[in-house]
């Protein structure tokens, strides 16, 4: 988009606000973060134009969806608290920083569309009735190409044959890596698998 209008609630046009975005990851995140980052924006724009998702707004969410990554605990916390979230978020910003990100949009840049905060805010646990831009965010950040983990192969052929069978598969193989971690499972984790095999059926 090139366009002098003003965009998803903010003071800016598209451009400016992609480079403002730009200045802040500059000065907030470590260079291997904003690597990866572009590599999400690069994957969302592949899984739109497979499924026919909206380009614009996938680049800000994919640009947006780590900004409070390095965020330290104690000011999380306040986060956590401000916004009542539950206790489980308490001094783990892997789980949080996806929450905390929609308030610094809010606040550093006005951003109010609904469709790019729940993309960005549930892009670590995805959620039981995923918007198509949530499920393109959410698969862009655990199939761009920087990404390296066991059965990234597995994710990446299955978001290809459609977006449910990717968010299934990167679902079940995090539930399956936190289970044998001995980690705490986000409910909305487990909802969101739930939800998308009943649909299956
Ligand atoms: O921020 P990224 O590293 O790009 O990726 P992410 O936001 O998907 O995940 C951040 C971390 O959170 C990653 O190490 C996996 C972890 N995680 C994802 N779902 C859950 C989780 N950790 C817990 N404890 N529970 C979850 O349900
Ligand atoms: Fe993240
Ligand atoms: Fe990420």
Redesign the pocket.
Known sequence: MNSIYKVYGTKYDYNTLVELINGYMESHLKDSRIV?TKGVVYAALGLCMLYGGDKDKAKIAALCH?IA?YVPDEKANRYVKRLGLPDYYMN?N??V??KIACEIMKEEWGITDEEILNAVSY???GRAGMSKLEKIIYLA??SEPGRYYPGVDIIRADLEESLDKGCISSLER?IEY?TEEG????PD?LRAVEYLKNEEI
């Open positions: 990866h780590d990554k783990n892997n789980l920083h996806s892009h670590t646990t950040d655990a995090t936190l980690k705490f499972i986000d984790t």
